[in-house]
């Protein structure tokens, strides 16, 4: 099992940037691909990014891809997500979640982010 613990939410403008982090619990971070997701008001859970155990593969969605950035700290039990250019299509709570093996089997409890136009 492992717990997770989003931060860096905020109110932004466009075009600003945001860093959101996921604290993880456990010795076993290590062990699992990470994951950024979001859901915006009305709308379905979206895939934004995801990276290896270790670090040295990523995805984006379309949608973010040349101005976010995930990135992890195994040492610290620590995803990130760097968010720059931000727009206000980019509002939603943002989810950090742990897959183990094939599935995300563990999600956090979100951060909101709102960026004004």
């Known amino acids: 099992q492992v717990q997770l613990v989003e931060s860096g939410g905020g109110l932004v403008q466009a075009g600003d940037s945001l860093r959101l982090s996921c604290a993880a619990s456990?010795?076993?971070?290590?062990?699992?691909?990470m994951g950024w997701w979001r859901q915006a008001p009305g709308k379905e859970r979206e895939f934004v990014a995801r990276i290896s155990r270790s670090g040295d593969s990523t995805y984006y969605a379309d949608s973010v891809k040349g101005r976010f950035t995930i990135s992890r700290d195994n040492a610290k039990n620590t995803v990130y997500l760097q968010m720059n250019s931000l727009k206000p299509e980019d509002t939603a709570v943002y989810y950090c979640?742990?897959?183990?093996?094939?599935?995300?089997?563990?999600w956090g409890q979100g951060t909101q982010v709102t960026v004004s136009s």
């Open positions: 456990g010795r076993t971070f290590s062990s699992y691909a």
């Open positions: 979640a742990a897959r183990p093996v094939l599935s995300y089997d563990y």
